[in-house]
């Protein structure tokens, strides 16, 4: 490891200066807003301070600059300090602090990319780690670039069982270019933390996950600058460095007590911020500058115009699962672009994720069995445009991590996510491995394109759609086989409905996606042969969805809708369709869902006992000509 030299004596100086000039600034911010949590960011000035103002290589002028290190705040409620930070290295006038949380202002309670300084919103505490993972994977292996990825994570989110499973993820990958910094300090939101200043307790987590694990004083400028260097100098294992701080440092009365958690100093304003003056040697302008060299060695990438290798080969016919087409789109888009890159969490044999393997084995990222920190990692890969980011599972599993991929949406990113196994059609394994709810879940996110591909050559397209689709993209894919039914060259289009079915006698629009639209052509075969004609229409995304062509030709079969989904009523297929024809008098629609907890079974079994078979298509339709 190269010697470390100690910081001059007036260097050290004015590191402590600025700590002491970032707490006003919060203090100040915080009073101009009435809201904020200045004790939290005291804590971590000395932290930010040296980070910033002595370790970080960036560009004041371009701070997205694809070599520069990048720093992710977990615990964002401490953004006061954040934006405190990007002020005094001269990126904006340090009097714009007092727009703090103004609706005005990009300075949010919270980060959020908004502000050209950050990659991704945090503050939903816990999820900040991983995120820096996945920056630091694509560091490592992919741009094998020098930049460095800094977290700072605060000891009360560490209870987050995500930490610990980004912990596993960046101490398995041996990602040495991360550096986490847990700011210790004591105090939760309500009462102290469990294990409050027990740092040896610590240490030994840290070590056992395989981190180079430092304890140092969190307020001393000369220790954290010491352990930056060491971090820098230490290869095959990332370094969590352990800062024993307390909460609100440098305020007479309030440091390290209680009660003072999210609040303004109020009337103690003042006299705290006449005391951290007392405390500044150098009032003057920063003679530290806050810019290291950078070496430019992060390539230049193009994300833009990604398309299948190869169209799809299938016959019209084939029975194909559209989660093994999924594997077959996601291997010929790698091999297009050398940023598509996919994510699973030890289901890859099932999702078929593993085909890109036959690609470039690199490119695919095993999570494990951990789906929140996979989508995090997922997340921080995408974010900067660096890659093109595809994570998979069960459909059901996304639920365990809504929190990550809804603080997605406020991030900004570009992540898709491909959800197999959905519905009772998946069969014997039973309601816990169901998707039913995955629909409802993805519609909610703000900006979201929900795809559900019926078949390979659909599910194909859908893969080449949302490889360049900005915001979150969900795919929804089946387990059981379906017939291919559409011709290798159809073209399709977000936010476009297909009409599979048609003729000038139909009566009822029937509305399906996945394994259901398979169950309402049969129907539409079967009640044809006694003279009754309905219309089958594959919506192909759920969202957007295609409302004038809905309107349109429900108009002319009558009014009457039938909608038939693989998935629980609410939030899905069904109240999409509902809300789209709202506004339009003389439609009816009836919805056919899976309307309890299911049980395990045949396949067909289910279909038809949960009242979205063929037969239950084909009653259904009975009953709404009857209207």
Known sequence: ????????????????????????????????????HPTTCASMAEIMSVLFFHTMRYKISAPKDASSDRFVLSKGHAAPILYAAWAEAGLFKTSDLLNLRKFDSDLEGHPTPRLNFIDVGTGSLGQGLSVA?????????????????????????????????????????????????????????????????????????????????????GHDVDELAKA???????????????????????FPNIEDLDNWHGKPLGAKANEVIEHLTSLIKNTGPLELGPQKPLKEDAPKVDITNIKLDTPPSYKIGDLIATRAAYGTAIAKVAKNNSRVIALDADTKNSTFSEKIKTVDPKRYIEGFIAEQ???????????????????????????????????????????????????????????????????????TIPGSTVFYPSDAVSTERAVELAANTKGVCFIRTSRPNTAVIYENEEPFAVGKSKIVWKSAKDEVLVIGA??????????????????????????????????DAIISNAKEVGGRIITVEDHYPEGGLGEAVLSAVSSVRDIVLKKLAVPEVPRSGPPNSLLNAYGISTRKIVAAVHEIRKL
């Open 1 to 36: 490891m190269p010697h470390y030299h100690k910081p001059e004596s007036k260097t050290v100086q004015e590191l402590k200066d600025i700590s002491n000039k970032l707490r006003i600034h919060s203090i100040q911010a915080t009073q101009a807003s009435k809201s904020g």
């Open 133 to 217: 993972a996945g920056m630091a994977y694509v560091g490592k292996n992919y741009d094998k670039a020098s930049y460095r990825v800094y977290c700072v994570v605060g000891d009360g989110e560490a209870a987050e069982g995500s930490i610990w499973e980004a912990l596993n993820f960046a101490a398995h990958y041996k990602l040495d270019n991360l550096c986490v910094i847990f700011d210790i300090n004591r105090l939760g939101q309500s009462e102290p933390t469990s294990l409050q200043h027990n740092m040896e307790v610590y240490r030994k987590r840290l070590e056992a996950f395989g981190f180079n694990a430092l304890v140092v004083d």
């Open 228 to 250: 930056f260097h060491e971090a820098q100098n230490t290869k095959e294992r990332p370094t969590a460095i352990l800062a024993k701080t307390f909460k609100g440092k440098n």
């Open 373 to 443: 920190n996979i989508v995090g990692v997922a997340i921080g890969a995408a974010c900067r445009d660096r890659t093109v980011a595809f994570v998979s599972t069960f459909a059901t599993f996304f639920t365990r991590a809504f929190d990550q991929i809804r603080m997605g949406a406020i991030s900004q990113t570009n992540v898709n996510f491909v959800g197999s196994h959905c519905g009772v059609s998946i069969g014997e394994d039973g309601p816990s491995q169901m998707g039913l709810e995955d629909i409802a879940m993805f519609r």
């Open 514 to 547: 996945g394994v259901t639209l398979h169950e309402a052509l049969a129907a539409a075969a079967e009640l044809g042969k006694a003279g009754i004609h309905i219309r089958v229409m594959d919506l192909f995304t759920i969202k957007p969805i295609d409302k």
